[in-house]
């Protein structure tokens, strides 16, 4: 079982920045974990994905603006993204997703991030 814990959405205006932070606690290597995002009516989307090797993954949509990265402890791991530039299509709830060793998949509470215009 794993236990994933989101910080720092907010409401900010486009041009600003934001970081989320996800606090992933698991008995058991993570082999992957990410951000997705979702808006109603819509399906969720992939932001950005890194592997436990530090290979990251961006949507065509962030790239150059968001950068995620990752720190792996002992049963616990620790995601970040910054997000610069942010833009109004940037809204959404972003959730953190997290994929162990047998390919179960796991997903944060998700945190508001609203970027006016």
């Known amino acids: 079982q794993v236990q994933l814990v989101e910080s720092g959405g907010g409401l900010v205006q486009a041009g600003e920045s934001l970081r989320l932070s996800c606090v992933a606690y698991?008995?058991?290597?993570?082999?992957?974990m990410g951000w997705y995002r979702q808006n109603p009516g819509k399906q969720r989307e992939l932001v950005a994905k890194?592997?436990?090797?530090?290979?990251?993954?961006?949507a065509d949509s962030v790239k150059g603006r968001f950068t995620a990265s990752r720190l792996d402890a002992k049963n616990m791991v620790s995601l970040q993204m910054s997000m610069s530039s942010l833009k109004p299509e940037d809204t959404a709830v972003y959730y953190c997703?997290?994929?162990?060793?047998?390919?179960?998949?796991?997903w944060g509470q998700g945190t508001q991030v609203t970027v006016s215009s």
């Open positions: 997703m997290a994929q162990d060793i047998s390919d179960s998949t796991y």
């Open positions: 890194i592997t436990y090797a530090g290979n990251t993954t961006y």
């Open positions: 698991s008995f058991y290597s993570l082999a992957l």
